[in-house]
């Protein structure tokens, strides 16, 4: 009998500027941006690395993948029910 081994989980390295960023995608951007003392673009240039880096598909990926290992605390509805709706959209796209 073949002993299965346990799953792997890849280990990523966020920046402390990607960090600071990630806790707070589940605001609005330009919010967000504002409590960083940061430019709108900046922020979501920092947003766009970490889904690079975590393979998220979108911000809300993004918030779903921190939320589940501990970095956001709480994911606000509004952000589940967009991403049940992204992912009906895409179900509707592949059929």
């Known amino acids: 009998m073949l002993q299965s081994s346990p799953p792997k989980h890849r280990v990523i ?5 990607e960090m600071a960023a990630i806790r707070l ?11 960083l003392g940061i430019s709108e673009a900046a922020f979501k240039l920092r ?4 889904r ?5 598909a979108s911000a809300v ?7 589940r290992s501990g970095i956001l605390i709480d ?14 959209k895409a179900k509707r796209k592949s059929k």
């Open 25 to 35: 995608v589940s605001k609005p951007y330009k919010i967000a941006a504002h409590q």
């Open 52 to 56: 690079a880096k975590c393979g998220a």
């Open 13 to 17: 390295e966020f920046t402390a500027a």
């Open 47 to 50: 947003i766009k690395n970490a």
């Open 75 to 88: 994911l606000p509805d509004n952000m589940l029910a967009m991403r049940c709706k992204q992912k009906t």
């Open 61 to 67: 990926d993004l918030a779903v993948i921190a939320t």
